[in-house]
């Protein structure tokens, strides 16, 4: 902060109107400093990978669930959290399910559980520059990766997401990050990624489940595998938007019931195709696609960048 004083004694009868210019001077030389220190904020960076180790923790089984009030809650959860499509046009605007990224209802390891999440909050987070409490990170998941709009605080919705993540999360410590949680983080391919040869890996291993063209398979006139872009997918804003963000997943968790049968490569590739597509816009962009990308998009992603001769961020409805 910037101070300035006024020697009284050598300026008894100081004009009221220069002193409320100086005064004025100094508040717009501070308002501009904190601007452009607000300018350099970087409001990617990443959360740090998971320790290493075998994963030891264990949810409680879903028979131990109690026969009460909040028990009743953590079922509402989980059934929000399976089938989060309850909420299409309320708070989800798309087709996807919490779910989909947060596989077996959320317990899975290495596939960002709950459990692993729950008891690291509150944490500062750089993407929205503030200590965030668990409610505001699964709203957070509702305003980018379903495209929607967030459940308010205190609300049933809310509430119910939140005391599920907690009884997942019975047993595990607090504060202390536990293997398992996120997504893996993949060492640097020996190539850099190719959305050329992710092509051949996604047509050979996905498009069974996730059709030719990325836009999921119905049944029965609901999704049983998710669409990967478009305008039914996550927006520009999620953190599965990132190529390194899925790449770590895709490995993980994919092709569903084949974990870690896909090269590292073939997961960064494979990554670089699915998210070199269109898909529903940044809720942060301000009118402009290269300002938006340069606060928000320093890292790999294809916002902001040409494919086959189109400007990806340009956002689809």
């Not at 989980?78 to 299409?88: A, K």
């Not at 999704?223 to 520009?236: E, H, I, M, Q, R």
Request: hydrophobic share 35%; aromatic share 10%; glycine share 8%.
């Amino acid at each position: 902060m910037l101070h300035t004083k006024i020697n009284i004694k050598v300026m008894p009868k100081l004009n009221l109107r220069v002193l409320r210019l100086q005064l004025g001077a100094v508040l717009l030389s501070s308002l501009t400093l904190s601007q452009a220190f607000a300018a350099d904020k970087d409001y990617q960076v990443e959360l740090p990978a998971a320790p290493e180790g075998s994963v030891t923790f264990t949810s409680p089984n879903e028979a131990d669930i109690p026969n009460n009030a909040f028990g009743d809650a953590v079922r509402y959860g989980q059934s929000l959290f399976t089938n989060t499509q309850q909420l299409r046009g309320k708070y989800v605007g798309n087709e996807l399910n919490c779910s989909n990224c947060h596989i077996n209802k959320g317990r899975k390891a290495n596939a960002a559980p709950l459990w692993g999440a729950f008891p690291m909050y509150p944490a500062y987070r750089k993407k929205n520059d503030h200590v965030n409490t668990i409610d505001e990170r699964i709203q957070g998941c509702f305003t980018y990766s379903m495209n929607g709009t967030p459940p308010p605080f205190g609300s049933k919705e809310l509430t119910a997401l939140v005391t599920y993540h907690y009884w997942l999360s019975t047993g595990a410590p607090v504060g202390q990050a536990l293997p398992g949680r996120g997504y893996p983080k993949l060492d640097t391919p020996a190539e850099a990624p190719s959305v050329s040869r992710g092509e051949v890996v996604y047509q050979d291993n996905c498009a069974i489940c996730h059709g030719d063209n990325g836009a999921g398979t119905q049944v029965d006139g609901h999704y049983a595998f998710p669409p990967l872009w478009g305008k039914d997918s996550f927006n520009w804003g999620a953190g599965m938007h990132r190529v390194n963000t899925a790449a770590g997943f895709i490995k993980a968790n994919m092709p569903l019931g084949k974990p870690n049968s896909l090269t590292d490569q073939q997961a960064w590739d494979v990554a670089a195709f699915m998210n070199s597509h269109e898909r529903p816009q940044d809720p942060r962009y301000n009118g402009n696609i290269a300002q938006t990308a340069e606060t928000f998009h320093k890292h790999q992603c294809f916002y902001n960048k040409e494919v086959d001769n189109e400007l990806r961020g340009q956002g689809v409805k």
